[in-house]
């Protein structure tokens, strides 16, 4: 390989090392970023799958938090016109799938926004206990949540699920765990958006952290114009590797 191949390579790997990293970077901040995740519901069944693969512990990056969650569409009530104003989801499962470095991490809470916003809220099974409007972590509220038992959703108590342990609904026509929204008027679509979990009694085997608190959070998918930004960078880079092939063959 002569010089100019070298260099040319070099070239086109910063170039595409900085058109991913433009478009991964997150800002540097004090407190965690929930990113908006929506999901959009108009019709019994429908159904979201939540994966919260993206775990802080004590504010900080931290690998092998993670939890999974499938929300469902179970049923409509106090029918007006076209539209409903109570909402019920039924949980078909919650996981706390923590490994990796995490000994011991139990998940005690989960919360959301809302759009439009909730005039009154209730829960069936697992998670039963409701707020609103709470503090789940430092810096992060949410519209709603809802917990196992004791304390609040930003802390206390001794319920939720604990490293492994998962809830699901035996009968799909019969969910045992459930959370019901209840708006002021009639609605034919709601949003349900920044999904977050809470962790408590986080230990990680090496023992870099005893006894933390932390959260999960759902990846963002990136905006149409955020695609369209990486497909621009990366025919920058092709165009530039074209540009010396012409000048390394003249």
Request: glycine share 12%.
């Amino acid at each position: 390989m002569n010089m100019s191949d070298s260099l040319g390579g070099l070239f086109m790997f910063r170039m595409s090392f900085a058109v991913v990293a433009l478009m991964v970077a997150v800002p540097a901040a004090a407190a965690v970023q929930v990113p908006s995740t929506p999901r959009s519901f108009d019709s019994l069944g429908d159904t979201t799958t939540l994966n919260f693969g993206t775990g802080y512990a004590n504010d900080n990056p931290q690998a092998g938090l993670t939890a999974t969650a499938v929300f469902r569409l179970s049923a409509l009530g106090d029918k007006v016109g076209n539209g409903w104003k109570t909402w019920t989801f039924a949980i078909d499962s919650m996981a706390n799938t923590a490994g990796g470095p995490i000994k011991t991490a139990r998940l005690a809470a989960f919360g959301f926004d809302v759009d439009p916003n909730i005039v009154n809220l209730s829960a069936t099974g697992k998670f039963d206990i409701k707020d609103t409007n709470s503090s789940i972590s430092n810096g992060i509220k949410v519209e709603v949540c809802f917990r196992d038992a004791g304390g609040s959703c930003a802390g206390g108590g001794n319920g939720g699920l604990l490293k492994g342990q998962s809830i699901s609904n035996p009968d799909p026509l019969n969910p045992i765990h459930t959370f019901t929204l209840k708006f002021a008027s009639a609605q034919s679509t709601i949003t349900l958006d920044r999904f977050v979990v809470r962790y408590q009694s986080i230990n990680t085997f090496d023992g870099t952290i005893k006894g933390g608190s932390g959260v999960g959070t759902v990846m963002a998918v990136p905006e149409p114009a955020s695609w369209a930004m990486l497909i621009a960078g990366f025919g920058l880079v092709g165009a530039a590797a074209r540009r010396r092939r012409a000048v390394v063959a003249a």
